[in-house]
């Protein structure tokens, strides 16, 4: 009987649960914001444009931290959270580039500031939370 197969090593599986959430999340809000919407329905409580997208780049700056921590894990928290919102910002940046060479959508200085904002604000809110938060000597 074959030796069960052996696992995956550590790095390989740190890298799916490192850098491969953040990949796929960037590549989503791409599609997301170059694919032809027809109108959206209406409901009780719409959330704003310029939320979702505070929200959506705060989001993918925190993968991209988590990212750049597998790339170098050395490098300080700070730092992290840094490289993440300002990687973020600038995808924000090259998708509203990217809608600008389409007929159906259209690109917008706020629609970015937005992104920056909730990338700002994701890693403000995350390095204040880990300050406040013991760490665990073993765990």
């Known amino acids: 009987m074959p030796p069960l197969a052996p696992a995956l090593p550590p790095r390989s599986a740190a890298f799916?649960?490192?850098?491969?959430p953040a990949v796929a999340y960037a590549g989503a809000l791409f599609y997301g914001g170059l694919i032809r919407l027809g109108a959206l329905p209406e409901v009780g409580f719409m959330a704003?444009?310029?939320?979702?997208h505070t929200l959506a780049f705060g989001g993918l700056a925190l993968?991209?931290?988590?990212?750049?921590h597998f790339f170098r894990p050395a490098v300080t928290l700070a730092k992290k959270l840094a490289l993440g919102a300002a990687g973020s910002s600038l995808l924000g940046l090259v998708l509203e580039?990217?809608?600008?060479?389409?007929r159906y959508r259209s690109a917008d200085l706020w629609d970015w500031l937005a992104d920056t904002v909730g990338a700002l604000l994701a890693s403000a809110l995350l390095f204040?939370?880990?300050?406040w938060v013991p760490r665990r000597a073993h765990g």
């Open 63 to 68: 993968l991209l931290a988590r990212t750049v």
């Open 16 to 20: 799916v649960t490192h850098v491969l």
């Open 97 to 102: 580039v990217c809608q600008a060479f389409t």
């Open 48 to 52: 704003t444009d310029k939320l979702l």
């Open 128 to 131: 204040a939370l880990l300050a």
